[in-house]
């Protein structure tokens, strides 16, 4: 309950920029290594230690439900990437399939 109650003092209206900032930040950096090794995995485990890194060197400070809200973000992302993927699949095949 205390990670509850501490997150009051981290999210506070000063700091929603640069938690924003972070977020957008860490889920480039996840995205690019997802976009080059093509492994969904080590893009969204990483996006945890990305962020809290950045954080730390930033922010001075991180919080662990701010760890799993990078984490969900990433995993947002890397699904609507796949969806896109796949409905361009989808529609290559019923292109093929009308030509025939």
Avoid at 58 to 81: G, R
Avoid at 86 to 97: E, F, N, Q, R, S
Wanted: charged share 10%; hydrophobic share 50%.
């Amino acid at each position: 309950m205390s990670y509850v109650n501490d997150l009051q003092y981290y999210i506070g209206s000063a700091s929603i920029g640069i938690l924003l900032e972070l977020l957008l930040v860490t889920t480039c950096i996840s995205t690019i290594i997802y976009l080059v090794t093509k492994n969904q995995y080590i893009s969204y485990l990483s996006s945890a230690p990305i962020f809290y890194f950045l954080s730390i060197i930033l922010y001075h400070n991180s919080h662990f439900i701010l760890l799993v809200l990078a984490m969900t973000v990433q995993a947002l992302v890397i699904l609507f990437i796949q969806k896109k993927n796949l409905l361009k699949v989808i529609t290559m095949k019923d292109k093929a399939h009308d030509s025939i």
